[in-house]
C-alpha cells in the first residue's frame, strides 16, 4: 500500500512576548517563530487504512503518552468532522524523534502533518482552508506549524503571518530532559506582575545579514525565561552552557521550555557546539540544525 511521509518539524519561539492573563485564563502573545529542518523532527507515515489509527515509535514514544489521546488523531478526527465525515482514513505512525513538552511544539508539528496528509490525501483547496480552521482549536502552535514558514504568531496563536524575510539560521537545540510544565511557567509569569512589552518587526534588509541577530537580541525577549528558569534551575545551567560554546551569537529558550537554542553564523560553528555539548552532557537531548521553513 502507498505511504505518504510528512516531517513535523521543531518550532522555535525566536521571541516570545506575553500579555496579561485575560478573563478566559488564557494570553495574548507576539512571538517570532522559525522551523528546524528535516534532521531534527518527528516523523509521521500514512496509508490508507478503514479507519483512523496511529502507532507510535521512536526515541521518545513512550513519552508521547497514550495513542488514543495523542494530537495526530484528535487533528484527523477534527479535520473530517469539518468534511462532513468524508476525510480519506488513515492509519498513521508517528516516529517520535523531538522530547514531548519541551517548548518546540512537538505534539503541535505532529497533528499538523497530520492535517497535511489528510489534505494531501483528499486534496482541493478547501480542505487546505478548512485545516486552517480547524488548527487553533487544537492547540497554540498547530497554525504556525500548518504553515510550516517563519512568521509572526500573535493573539492567542490563532493568527499567523508568514514572513520571508526572516533568514536561515544555523543554530543548536538543547533539552536537559527535565519537565517544564506550561501551566506553571505561566502562572509564574502573572504572578511576577507580566505585562507585553512591545514587538517590533525586523527592519527591510535587516533579516539578509548578521544584523537580524543584533535585533533579535536587542529588541526582543522571551518573557518566559526568567519564570522557567525560576522553576526550573537546569535551564539556567542549559543556557550558561551554550554561552559558553565558541562562535556563539545569541541564546534563549524557545516557548515555555525547557529547550534552549543557540544561534551562529556557520552551521560547522553549530555543529561544533553541538559535538561539545554532547560530549559534556551526555544526558541532554542535542541536536545541530539550519532554522528556517520546516
Not at 195 to 224: C, I, Q, S, W
Not at 269 to 275: G, I, L, S, W
Amino acid at each position: 500500500m502507498t505511504v505518504t511521509t510528512e516531517y513535523a518539524a521543531a518550532k522555535v519561539n525566536l521571541s516570545l512576548h506575553v500579555g496579561s492573563v485575560k478573563a478566559n485564563g488564557r494570553h495574548d502573545l507576539q512571538s517570532l517563530v522559525t522551523f528546524s529542518d528535516k534532521t531534527v523532527s518527528d516523523k509521521l507515515d500514512a496509508q490508507p487504512s478503514t479507519s483512523f489509527s496511529l502507532a507510535v515509535e521512536g526515541p521518545y514514544g513512550r513519552d508521547a503518552g497514550p495513542a488514543k489521546d495523542n494530537l495526530v488523531l484528535q487533528a484527523a478526527r477534527a479535520l473530517n468532522q469539518a468534511l462532513g465525515g468524508n476525510a480519506p482514513p488513515l492509519a498513521f505512525r508517528l516516529t517520535k524523534n523531538l522530547p514531548c513538552a519541551a517548548g518546540i511544539g512537538g505534539g503541535s508539528a505532529d497533528a499538523a502533518a497530520a492535517l497535511r496528509l489528510i489534505i494531501r490525501a483528499h486534496g482541493g483547496d478547501r480542505v487546505m482552508e478548512l485545516a486552517r480552521e480547524v488548527a487553533p482549536g487544537l492547540g497554540g502552535d498547530v497554525l504556525a506549524c500548518l504553515i510550516g514558514m517563519p512568521g509572526m504568531m500573535s493573539g492567542e496563536g490563532e493568527v499567523y503571518e508568514p514572513m520571508l524575510g526572516v533568514p536561515v539560521l544555523p543554530a543548536v537545540l538543547v533539552n536537559p530532559g527535565v519537565a517544564c510544565p506550561t501551566g506553571d511557567v505561566f502562572a509564574a509569569f502573572d504572578a511576577s506582575g507580566g505585562e507585553m512589552r512591545e514587538h517590533p518587526l525586523p527592519k527591510a534588509g535587516r533579516a539578509r545579514d548578521v544584523e537580524f541577530k543584533d535585533y533579535l537580541e536587542a529588541e526582543t525577549v522571551n518573557a518566559l525565561q526568567a519564570s522557567a528558569q525560576t522553576l526550573v534551575p537546569e535551564i539556567g545551567t542549559v543556557l550558561n552552557a551554550l554561552k559558553a560554546t565558541t562562535e556563539v551569537r545569541l541564546t534563549r529558550m524557545s516557548g515555555s521550555g525547557a529547550t534552549c537554542f543557540a544561534l551562529f553564523d556557520t552551521l560547522h560553528e553549530a555543529e561544533m557546539a553541538a559535538k561539545a555539548l554532547t560530549q559534556a552532557h551526555a544526558d541532554w537531548w542535542v541536536a545541530a540544525t539550519m532554522l528556517g521553513g520546516g
